[in-house]
């Protein structure tokens, strides 16, 4: 049995061939074009997709699904604006009960056609790129810039990295084949052998409040492609844009002769605790989840009927020995931590430095001189508040707040936090990042996360005792990245057989405009699934391949 190629497969055959040999690859690649240019996208694309999002505010969200019976509104934006987007307001029986009866038709279109129409969604959501990043932009607090980015093109490449990954897996093996084995004297013994993907069940996505695009995606797209129907149990801070990206996903799926309740959006309740009610429902067999560590956890201990993929929290950190362009190293740095106000699961938080200093292109470096480097690079970049702002975004909410006002309390400042008001927004609440120096036996203040705009200098021993520290707080805790500065091949190899052995992914002597706290689709691997902060990849194979079984049959031929 030969699966029938199905019209949107066909019209988005190249590029799912090009992210197949992007992934295998591992270079650059990107199908969806990060800049918001007029030049690339139109002189009316960002006027019309503003236009879109504005549509939305005060009003009813434009949203037809099963068992809405009443809209909640629960979205507060970091920039002061009034959002007032009233969505529709179902019960987690009667969103299960309308993903579950739209599973077995879609499964049985098989990976072609469910490929097929997922690339055509993504298209959709293309065409739909400004009016996502401005959803984006004034619910998670990221400057429109990174918005159209990591909340547009590169969180639809991350999609695209999945259908990948997942259409590989699907087609690994034959749909059919011919068996056959030599039986002595008589006739052969012959049998053919159908072999069905089967999905899993019903899919949950949990999105998070900072990247509510870009971390759900890929387990949305990896899930829908192998057959599950998913429900998108936004952040009630940031429900627009995968409400948003709901809306698309069921208008193609109509089109495409599919129920849309393949995709279902699960707005909650102030105080509902939706996202539990449906992790632990019995057809909910598949779980992503980006955010705390406590609730991670959680849903790993508990949600036992489902496969349960999280990416959570670590200390991600920075081990400095030695550098042959210091002015670089620190503008990176700089830039590394005043992006979105640090409010990134990748952002660097614990810095390693020697206490007797480093050698530099610029003659040795105390240890203060090359803290208030990184202090100084950071307040370059936000001295100017119509500049700064546009780097460091808005503050995502009050927890945010309450930690930059813990951190006043240990150690010594290096460079404190100042309130900016942004010229745009009046009500935008603003922080610029602190740096302040612990000394390395204070492990109960650098070995906890302190997730924003925080982050800490340490005076170590020696290099090697800093790479002792990574290991033993990344070991325990768990890091999405880590960093390292030497003009040393021996300590580069040193630093990169602590990665490999707590599982976290290492970023050698940036200088320049790669950063320690972006991932690039299709090359860059998200997070390893090898330690505490994250217990899958995005994307790999393992991180599609359990969410469908292979089903065989056979008969005699």
Not at 104 to 130: N, S, T, Y
Not at 169 to 187: C, I, Q, S, V
Not at 282 to 304: C, M, Q
Request: hydrophobic share 40%.
């Amino acid at each position: 049995m030969t699966e029938t190629p199905h019209p949107l497969y066909d019209r988005h055959v190249d590029t799912l061939t090009r992210a197949l040999t992007a992934i295998s690859e591992r270079g650059y690649w990107s199908a969806y074009p990060e800049s918001p240019s007029p030049r690339v996208y139109g002189e009316t694309a960002a006027a019309e997709g503003k236009a879109a999002f504005e549509a939305y505010l005060n009003g009813d969200f434009p949203l037809d699904q099963p068992g809405a019976g009443d809209r909640v509104a629960t979205e507060t934006s970091p920039f002061g604006v009034e959002l007032g987007v009233r969505y529709p307001h179902a019960g987690a029986d009667e969103l299960v009960a309308a993903a579950s009866a739209a599973l077995p038709a879609w499964r049985d279109a098989g990976p072609q056609a469910r490929v097929g129409v997922c690339l055509e969604i993504l298209d959709r959501l293309h065409k739909h790129i400004f009016e996502l990043a401005n959803a984006v932009q004034f619910t998670s607090g990221q400057a429109f810039v990174m918005a159209f980015q990591a909340g547009g093109a590169h969180a639809l490449d991350r999609a695209l990295e999945s259908l990948a990954y997942a259409y590989a897996e699907m087609t690994r093996h034959p749909g059919t084949a011919g068996w056959e084995k030599a039986a002595g004297k008589g006739d052969p013994l012959r049998m053919t052998k159908t072999f069905h993907v089967v999905p899993r069940g019903v899919a949950l996505v949990i999105g998070c409040n900072t990247f509510p695009t870009w971390n759900s995606y890929p387990g949305l797209f990896a899930s829908l492609a192998t057959g599950n129907p998913v429900i998108v149990k936004p952040h009630p801070r940031a429900v627009l844009p995968l409400a948003v990206t709901v809306r698309y996903a069921r208008e193609v799926l109509a089109e495409a002769g599919f129920d849309p309740n393949l995709v279902l959006l699960a707005a909650e309740a102030p105080g509902e605790k939706l996202a539990s009610t449906l992790a632990l429902h019995p057809a909910v067999k598949i779980v992503d989840f980006t955010g705390s560590t406590e609730y991670g956890d959680w849903l790993e201990a508990n949600a036992r009927q489902a496969s349960v993929y999280t990416e959570k929290a670590g200390l991600n950190t920075v081990v400095i020995d030695s550098t042959d362009d210091f002015a670089g190293m620190c503008r990176n740095l700089g830039f590394t931590l005043t992006l979105y106000s640090g409010q990134m699961c990748t952002t660097s938080q614990n810095i390693l430095i020697p206490a007797g200093g480093i050698e530099t292109d610029q003659g040795h470096k105390s240890f203060d001189e090359v803290a208030e480097g990184i202090a100084t690079a950071i307040a370059k970049l936000t001295a100017d508040p119509a500049r700064g702002v546009e780097f460091t975004g808005a503050i995502v909410n009050d927890g945010v707040l309450e930690r930059l006002d813990e951190v006043t309390k240990v150690g010594e400042p290096v460079l404190e936090s100042r309130t900016v008001a942004h010229p745009s927004f009046p009500g935008a609440v603003v922080r610029t990042p602190t740096v302040v120096k612990v000394s390395a036996d204070d492990t109960a203040t650098y070995g906890r996360e302190w997730f924003g705009p925080i982050s800490f200098v340490i005076p170590t021993d020696s290099t090697a005792h800093s790479l002792e520290i990574m290991r033993r707080t990344v070991g325990e805790k768990g890091a999405l990245t880590a960093s390292v500065y030497s003009t040393d091949e021996a300590v580069l190899d040193a630093a990169e057989n602590v990665a490999v052995e707590v599982g976290v992914h290492l970023s050698c002597n940036l200088t320049g405009g790669v950063f320690v706290n972006q991932s690039a689709a299709f090359s860059d691997f998200h997070g390893s699934g090898a330690n505490a902060a994250a217990n899958a990849a995005l994307t790999d194979g393992a991180y599609v391949a359990n969410r469908f079984r292979i089903v065989q049959s056979r008969r005699h031929a």
